[in-house]
T-cell receptor, first 113, second 113 residues
């Protein structure tokens, strides 16, 4: 049973346009969400996070939106750059005493120059 | 220097062999994790440790064991490697002060023949 779902395995976007990566979750105990970015031959690196008490968090070109009622979050990258081409993982954590991150399967973003 | 290092970076072994993957960190975090990544499956947790005397099984611990030799060192062993353990393995440290943001090593690519 997949608790964190990224239903789009891949996404292609033109340079300068907006990239929107989506993530859905099923566990209502999740209260903190993170996005990681992974380049080939490297480990995932933390990108941005959001607490369930917020509906938006922004960091430069990256914004994460959280819709708790829909159990949905999205990562917006504006404007997209070729260096943003990577695999993006959505992760979630929550529940009393829970310290484990649950990851989605990832979305491969390709930004076309 | 990298905060989380993994050795070896690549390893080829034969079915039935015992191998050890090593992880070291300089971030000073008590929490350490081992994940594996398979194509199309995202990252799955194998084992985690919250301090030197604490070891916990993750989602897919069968066939693996771990040792936390010191705060900075966490090793993963495959007692008798099998081909379906061919995967990319990541070590990570966790920072409870920042809602479990995790910091990953560069990964070890393991091929079991």
């Amino acid at each position: 049973d997949q608790q964190v779902k990224q239903n789009s395995p891949s996404l292609s976007v033109q340079e300068g346009r907006i990239s929107i990566l989506n993530c859905d979750y099923t566990n209502s105990m999740f209260d903190y969400f993170l996005w990681y970015k992974k380049y080939p031959a490297e480990g995932p690196t933390f990108l941005i996070s959001i607490s369930s008490i917020k509906d938006k968090n922004e960091d430069g070109r990256f914004t994460v939106f959280l819709n708790k009622s829909a159990k949905h979050l999205s990562l917006h990258i504006v404007p997209s750059q070729p260096g943003d081409s990577a695999v993006y993982f959505c992760a979630a954590i929550g529940g009393a005493g829970s310290y484990q991150l649950t990851f989605g399967k990832g979305t491969k973003l390709s930004v076309i120059p | 220097d990298a905060d989380v290092t993994q050795t070896p970076r690549n390893r080829i072994t034969k079915t039935g062999k015992r191998i050890m993957l090593e992880c070291s960190q300089t971030k000073g975090h008590d929490r350490m994790y081992w994940y594996r990544q398979d194509p199309g499956l995202g990252l799955r947790l194998i084992y985690y440790s919250f301090d030197v005397k604490d070891i916990n099984k993750g989602e897919i611990s069968d066939g693996y064991s771990v040792s936390r030799q010191a705060q900075a060192k966490f090793s993963l062993s495959l007692e008798s490697a099998i081909p379906n353990q061919t995967a990319l393995y990541f070590c990570a440290t966790g920072d409870p002060a920042s809602q479990e943001t995790q910091y990953f090593g560069p990964g070890t690519r393991l091929l079991v023949l």
